[in-house]
């Protein structure tokens, strides 16, 4: 800017022109805040812990003491790499790829040690699962759960250590160890709690919109999200339930067609579903078979999970008559709304609250017991 203003030569004041610069810039950095970002469930992290502090080799030279010794400390101890469940955490989006604790602080002369380095903590959501090599290590299922992947190495030794009767003046003195690497992914166990799940076009980010201040994207054209949007949608009595725009799902999704499995997997994690049908197409019936063949095919269960329908596009003519057709082919309750208009969506959002009262009763009945003896667990890693 101030290059600017030198080359015209204004001074201080800038011109007509000038400002409107300033605003657009201003205005392209909000939008650019206002963005939507998409919801990170799964990271790849590599975890370095600290390397130890060098032992010292010294000898202590003080007045009146001319052989005092050998005065060499010991370094300290390298940090850990700590991964914790925290409740306030919601998705992995902050999780950076490589870590890398502290390295201890390494001895002095006259007998002082180094300082021992502080451990790094990893925030996860609650539910994360961590997985090396493919195989699950452990999940963090309660907020406090914690697990140390690596450690630092130890300090070395100063030569104040080796001090014996056979060796008065040893002059040895060791490295610290490094610390322990690995490679870690971190996955989402549950996503959401609610998840959209349609073929491409039928709406699901627009009612994800309607329903909640999240902003995936919206157009007329199939692929447009590409990655899964999660939506809060906030009752009256304060409590919180998340929806999941998930997308990509097409016929033949189970053969890892489209987006494929990956896809999939984000339904897998979503405590309920609603199907959301287009009433724009011709038989709208159809698609909510296929999208059921597509989940039940790629894990039996999976389509007979508590759901609800959800036909969109009411405002379109002709939505009617296919929404009799739909309820007759549908052995279950079908919500007509329009998301884009934004018919109806206050039934979607209370049918959404009793799922989730309904699913929170029976995963406290289930669970009971369990949360009855619950305690915070601190795991250590053997590498
Ligand atoms: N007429 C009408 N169009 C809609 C409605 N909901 C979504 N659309 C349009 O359908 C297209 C696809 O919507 P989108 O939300 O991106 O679908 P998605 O692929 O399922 O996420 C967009 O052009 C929307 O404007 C609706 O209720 N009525
Ligand atoms: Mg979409």
Sequence with gaps: MAMLLCRTGLGRRPSVLIQVAIQRTYASKQSEKGKAKAFVDWRRVRAEGGKGGDGCSAFIREFARPFGGPGGGDGGNGGNIVIEAYKRVKSLAKVKSIYKAENGSPGGNNGCHGKNASHTVIPVPVGTCIKGNGDVIIDLEKDGDAVVVAHGGLGGKGNQFFLSNEDKSPTLATPGEPGETCVLDLELRTIAHAGLVGFPNAGK????????????????????????????????????????DIPGLIRGAHLNKGLGHSFLRHIERCRFLLFVVDLSVTEPWTQLDDLKYELEIYQSGLSSRPHAVVANKTDLPGASEKLKLLQKHVDMPVMPISAKEGWDVGRVISHIRELYDKDMAQAANQQGEKQNHSQKKTVILEW
């Design 205 to 244: 980010s627009t009612l994800l919109r309607a329903i909640s201040r999240a902003q995936p994207t919206v157009a007329a054209y199939p692929f447009t999200t590409l990655k899964p949007h999660v939506g809060i949608i906030q009752y009256e009595d304060f409590e919180q339930v998340a929806v999941a």
